[in-house]
């Protein structure tokens, strides 16, 4: 069971555990504030060190009872020339017991010590000294809920702590959560269950943006001898965007209660203004990239294949039911919106990667020229994420999750953006190419046999812009790293070929 985004991200493990070893100093030399960054994103992934820093800053949050085995990067993202924002997963091992336990910490990354120490003083909580600690070593009330890790340059905050996202306070606090879902929860208004037991988790954390909760509930009822236990999800905003998310949450499983079975979506169940706080059902099923997946194994057999066939037949058939709901939700992107959207990536691309800016230079060139020639849809309801991570299956149910980014468009732009991640998965995993290929083919005959109205011409052209602002979204959140190269080329030569195709198909 997910809700919209729910599932976290792939992760990059901070490999191995064990006691942290001696820090090394990060010596970095140059002044250019990219390059520093830059070196401050590979250093992430140096297990050793990193685990030698966090103790160091973990001690100075919490008592020393605790030892950091291993990290986990759940979320990264750039501002080119600025500073990188991230989330990290810690595993914590008791001194006194060796129990483990998670803890989330959000850290912001900057080019030089002072600008980090600027940026903590000037922040809510920034100017609150870390005081020593003293008693119990057992004692685990937080010191502080903020520190400076000057070898890196960075700030780390334990969760729930976080200045703009102020309303995690009230959404991790058991007993407010516990009355509200009491009050809102259909099993609870409407059935006589009580909430004995709440729990909370944080599944997807953007630092000053956005938080993504499951709660785990178990409920008691004076008539029935056994509990039951189930999920809801709350999504913190940092700001009044919680309005419009909630009103769109109920438009839209209005919509999915209608569409008689085609597609599901997430049920409303509460929303709190002060914290900008949203809860709603979860979602049956497992995500459409975990079970692409397990059915293209490399020793995936044609019973499989033919399921995953299936299982595309239902998600096109779905989407296309999506897009028959008539509601003006959202901003309105045509094409040339969407094609200008990414010029800001791009030259931030350019300081970094110039020969690859260059080539997508040239590809959109070609994209918007070709986008004159062929007549556009009229725009209409779109997911605007439409990516495998928002896609339930559930046997032959499809549930559609997360519709933040609910605009507009022409219904290519969410088939391409699907497609574009099919093309992604092929890159990532090449000796599945071929067999991801004839599955992308397959998908596009399932969708365009259930529309008629969309030309697969402008669907091709829609793929080759998506898969160029692709590289150009992905870019702040990956670029550091080798491999990226190669996935961009990839990426961009994927774009070439659909443009070949929406030049010369009837």
């Not at 820090?23 to 590979?42: C, F, G, N």
């Not at 914290?275 to 099923?285: H, I, K, M, N």
């Not at 080329?489 to 195709?501: K, M, P, T, V, Y």
Request: glycine share 6%.
């Amino acid at each position: 069971m997910r809700p919209g985004g729910s599932e976290p991200p792939h992760r990059q493990p901070g490999a191995g555990c064990g006691a942290p070893g001696r820090a090394r100093p990060a010596v970095i030399r140059t002044l250019d504030p990219a390059a520093v960054l830059t070196r401050r994103l590979e250093q992430l992934h140096d297990a050793d060190y990193m685990r030698t820093v966090l103790q160091h800053a973990l001690d100075r949050l919490l008592p020393r009872v605790e030892l950091v085995e291993a990290y986990e990067v759940d979320y990264c993202k750039i501002k080119p020339w600025r500073d990188v924002s991230l989330t990290l997963a810690l595993t914590l091992r008791s001194i006194s017991t060796g129990e483990r336990r998670r803890q989330i910490v959000a850290g912001s990354i900057w080019s030089t010590v002072d600008e980090a120490r600027k940026q903590l003083q000037s922040s809510v909580d920034g100017a609150h000294p870390i005081a020593p600690c003293h008693g119990s070593l057992e004692e685990q009330r937080p010191r502080a809920q903020v520190a400076l890790v000057p070898d890196m340059a960075m700030i780390l905050r334990l969760f729930p702590s976080d200045p703009v996202l102020t309303g995690l306070s009230w959404a991790t606090d058991r007993t407010g959560m516990t009355a509200l879902l009491d009050a809102h929860l259909p099993d609870c208004r409407n059935e006589g269950w009580r909430i004995r037991d709440l729990q909370h988790e944080p599944l997807h954390y953007k630092p000053g943006r956005l938080c993504t909760l499951r709660y785990t509930l178990t409920l008691d009822h004076p008539r029935h001898p056994n509990s039951k236990q189930l999920h809801v999800f709350g999504k913190v905003y940092r700001d009044d965007r919680w309005q419009q998310a909630y009103a769109t949450l109920t438009t839209i499983w209005e919509a999915s209660m209608a569409s008689a079975g085609r597609w599901y979506a997430a049920r409303p169940i509460a929303a709190v203004a002060s914290p900008r706080l949203t809860v709603q059902s979860a979602v049956d099923g497992c995500r459409f990239r975990q079970v692409l997946g397990d059915l293209t194994r490399d020793d995936a057999d044609s019973d499989e294949l033919a399921r995953m066939e299936r299982h595309l037949d239902a998600v096109a058939q779905a989407l296309q039911s999506m897009q028959q709901v008539h509601v003006p939700l959202g901003p309105c992107l045509d094409f040339a919106g969407l094609l200008g959207a990414q010029r800001h990536n791009l030259e931030y691309l350019r300081e970094v990667h110039e020969g690859v800016a260059a080539e997508l230079d040239r590809l959109r060139t070609e994209i918007e020229r070709l986008a004159s020639t062929l007549p556009a849809s009229a725009l209409g309801l779109a997911h605007g994420d439409f990516a495998h991570g928002n896609v339930l299956l559930d046997d032959e149910r499809v549930g559609i999750i997360d519709f933040d980014r609910v605009c507009q468009a022409e219904p290519a732009y969410d088939v391409a953006y699907f497609l574009t991640h099919l093309t992604s998965f092929g890159l990532r995993h090449p000796r599945r190419a071929v067999v991801l290929s004839r599955l992308a083919a397959h998908f596009r005959e399932a969708y365009l046999a259930v529309a008629p109205a969309v030309s697969s011409r402008r669907l091709a052209l829609y793929e080759a812009l998506d898969l160029s602002a692709y590289v150009l979204r992905n870019f702040r959140k990956q670029s550091h790293q080798a491999k990226w190269l190669r996935w961009a080329a990839g990426q961009i030569e994927s774009a070439w070929e659909r443009l070949d195709h929406a030049r010369s198909a009837q």
